[in-house]
């Protein structure tokens, strides 16, 4: 699934006549801990094996000129008048990484990048912080700047919060630049410290796309994230101690249900009992306890479906084909929701097995032909430049 990174350079070289440097981020899926992110609290994501590519020469106009190899496109800005004005277009994407530069104090001069990917887009693998991420290593040694990992992610979901209008959190930008390969991150959103777990051999990660795009920059995720915040408003006011979600127990938000709509305790309930759900699910991997892990994955699904209302039909039954197939530990939905893909933990020797299966029967179920993928814990970012990765 490599993205073609010498291919990539060739393109840029013959278009901008000058050679490159190449920089790649990957895709990610998120294990456990979905919505918690934006409330200060757990997730347990890993890197996986689709990259973007951005390759970066210097242009003496003062110009930020990127071309999308994927759409055939070259759209270029003056630098120097660069204001926060997205377009609703994929350069917003990198383009607003250069405005969070700004925002950190980096200015950069004029260059050419060229883009590259093969992140499903809408699929709920992170395409836009892959895109970021890469985007950001590219200018950041175009300006001759390192940044700490830390700083890297906060800045591209600044560009994702302020520039494109999304209001996502942390994880995605944080995996997609921080990861390691054969580990999945349990990563505290609040203080961003975080460990990496190995992930036992005996079992696989495999992602399906029920093929059902989702967008977080509109909808629904935005509409989830407002009841989310207006709950987390009431145990602020109620509760001392309670600053985000993250502080609050069920027996919190239990003493604050009149003070809140239904669906804002709805939605609160779910992070309360996802963020210990992802301590549950760390404790498991530590002991190679994969019959549990798959088991929290399963409630966090309903979780996601019944108390967050983030799930879709498809992607429901998609989850219940998966947990009839033998050697199937669990299955839910993973990232932003609303469609996209679900995650299952299987069985190494069953993983093709079970992919041929959730295929056919979702197919002959629904009439739609889902992508799946067995998937392994890939290097981010920042573990792959430091490998001497694409550069
Ligand atoms: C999207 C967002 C993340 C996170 C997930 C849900 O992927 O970008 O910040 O909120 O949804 O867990």
Request: proline residues 3%.
């Amino acid at each position: 699934m490599k993205v073609d990174e010498v291919g990539t350079l060739r393109v840029h070289r013959q278009r901008f006549n000058g050679d490159g440097r190449a920089f790649a981020a990957p895709a990610r899926v998120n294990l456990i801990g979905e919505h918690t992110d934006y409330t200060g609290g757990l997730v347990m994501p890993m890197a996986i094996d689709f990259a973007t590519v951005a390759v970066i020469s210097s242009r003496d106009d003062g110009r930020a000129v990127f071309y999308s190899v994927n759409f055939d496109e070259e759209i270029s800005f003056d630098i120097a008048s660069l204001g926060r004005s997205p377009r609703g277009h994929w350069s917003d994407y990198p383009l607003g990484v250069v405005w969070s530069l700004a925002q950190e104090g980096i200015a950069v001069s004029g260059f050419s990048m060229s883009l590259a990917g093969n992140v499903p887009v809408g699929a709920g693998l992170s395409s836009s912080a892959s895109l970021e991420v890469a985007a950001a290593m590219a200018l950041l040694s175009h300006a001759g700047k390192e940044l700490p990992l830390q700083t890297v992610a906060k800045l591209c979901r600044r560009t994702e919060n302020e520039f494109v209008g999304a209001k996502s959190g942390i994880m995605d930008q944080f995996v997609v630049a921080g990861a390691v390969a054969g580990r999945v991150m349990m990563l505290d959103c609040r203080s961003l410290e975080f460990e990496l777990l190995p992930l036992p051999d005996e079992v696989r990660v495999v992602v399906c796309n029920s093929m059902v795009k989702h967008e977080v920059a509109t909808g629904e995720y935005g509409e989830r994230s407002d009841e989310v915040e207006a709950g987390q408003a009431v145990l602020r006011r109620e509760r001392p101690g309670i600053e985000l979600l993250r502080d609050a127990t069920l027996a919190d938000l239990e003493a604050c249900k009149d003070k809140m709509s239904a669906a804002s305790f709805a939605r609160c309930r779910h992070i309360i009992s996802e963020n210990a759900r992802v301590f549950e699910a760390r404790a498991a991997l530590l002991r190679g306890d994969v019959k549990r892990f798959g088991a929290l994955m399963i409630e966090a699904h309903a979780s996601v479906r019944d108390d967050f209302a983030a799930s879709c039909p498809e992607v429901d039954t998609l989850v219940e084909i998966a947990v009839r197939q033998p050697g199937c530990f669990g299955a839910r939905i993973t990232g932003g929701g609303f469609g996209g893909c679900t995650v299952n933990l299987v069985e190494a020797e069953r993983a093709e097995a079970f992919v041929e299966a959730l295929r056919r029967e979702y197919k002959a179920g629904l009439g739609i032909s889902a992508d799946c993928f067995v998937c392994a814990p890939s290097d981010g970012a920042f573990a792959m430049a430091a490998k001497g990765g694409v550069q």
